[in-house]
């Protein structure tokens, strides 16, 4: 079994800063990209980044580019998300994500890429 645990959320003011962090632990696993989701309220739950480890290649949803970065360690199968100039509407819950499963020439940004899920960890932004 495998699991994802994430750590870092909070409430925040607009234009603070948070930082993310998720880690694999369980069973000896195999990842090809992690990734971060955030579900607001009554929306549906959409990336916000991931990061493919064959080339460390990085997206960003438009909403979140200039202001979040993640970064990660394949060894170790943990990942970083830092969260600069937050805004309300960034307020979310935010689902650390991997995939075990490899994409030809294909960005990890779709749910149905991944296999293993965090609990989720509130982020809270306000005005």
């Known amino acids: 079994q495998v699991q994802l645990v994430e750590s870092g959320g909070g409430l925040v003011q607009t234009g603070g800063s948070l930082s993310l962090s998720c880690a694999a632990s369980g069973r000896a696993v195999s990842t090809y990209a992690m990734g971060w989701f955030r579900q607001a309220p009554g929306k549906e739950r959409e990336i916000v980044a991931a990061i493919k480890w064959r080339g460390e290649y990085t997206n960003y949803a438009d909403s979140v580019k200039g202001r979040f970065t993640i970064s990660g360690d394949n060894a170790k199968n943990t990942v970083v998300l830092q969260m600069n100039s937050l805004k309300p509407e960034d307020t979310a819950v935010y689902y650390c994500?991997?995939?075990?499963?490899?994409?030809?020439?294909?960005?990890?940004?779709?749910?149905?890429?991944?296999?293993?899920w965090g609990q989720g960890t509130q982020v809270t932004v306000s005005s």
């Open positions: 994500a991997a995939a075990s499963a490899f994409y030809i020439g294909r960005a990890y940004i779709r749910e149905n890429q991944y296999d293993y």
